[in-house]
């Protein structure tokens, strides 16, 4: 712990001092082990030249073995997403721009159909009295409306 303390050393110079080893040694790969003594060898030395920086790429190989629960849920997370992702294409491949005599149209059936309902609301039967007494008789009447 009091090694990695040191006023001098950071990790950042660390990661180029091992990338610059790697490169000098022109292998390929390397045990975690030796990549772990490379970092402690940095922490240790006082006095040690770290390189140049450089922008490389580092390739990780271990192996994962995952379980059969863990296989399953990501077929299923693959699954929902490739859905998801085909769901969205569709709503982008039909998506309909309507013109304005489209938009007038569907105005003039929303009106239309408004008035009809209303109209409906204000027909009521009224009962009227025929000129006899005994007789009453019951007729529809329309009242005036204003969409006429």
């Known amino acids: 712990a009091e090694?990695?303390?040191?006023?001098?050393?950071?990790?950042?110079?660390?990661?180029?001092?091992?990338?610059?080893?790697?490169?000098?040694?022109?292998?390929?790969?390397?045990?975690?082990?030796?990549?772990?003594?490379?970092?402690?060898?940095?922490y240790d030395e006082d006095d040690i030249e770290v390189g140049k920086a450089f922008a490389g790429n580092v390739v990780v190989n271990h192996s994962v073995e995952l379980t059969d629960e863990d296989k399953e849920a990501a077929k299923q997370k693959a699954i929902d997403l490739e859905v998801e992702a085909e769901r969205k294409k569709l709503k982008l491949k039909h998506k309909v721009k309507l013109t304005d005599a489209d938009i007038a149209e569907a105005k003039k059936e929303a009106i239309a159909?408004?008035?009809?309902?209303?109209?409906e609301k204000l027909v009521k039967k009224k009962p009227i009295k025929s000129k006899s007494k005994d007789e009453e008789t019951v007729e529809p009447t329309v009242q005036a409306s204003l969409f006429d």
């Open 113 to 119: 159909k408004l008035v009809d309902e209303q109209k």
């Open 3 to 42: 090694t990695l303390k040191k006023p001098n050393k950071n990790i950042d110079e660390c990661i180029t001092y091992i990338f610059n080893q790697v490169q000098k040694s022109g292998y390929n790969g390397f045990e975690d082990d030796e990549i772990f003594g490379m970092a402690v060898h940095y």
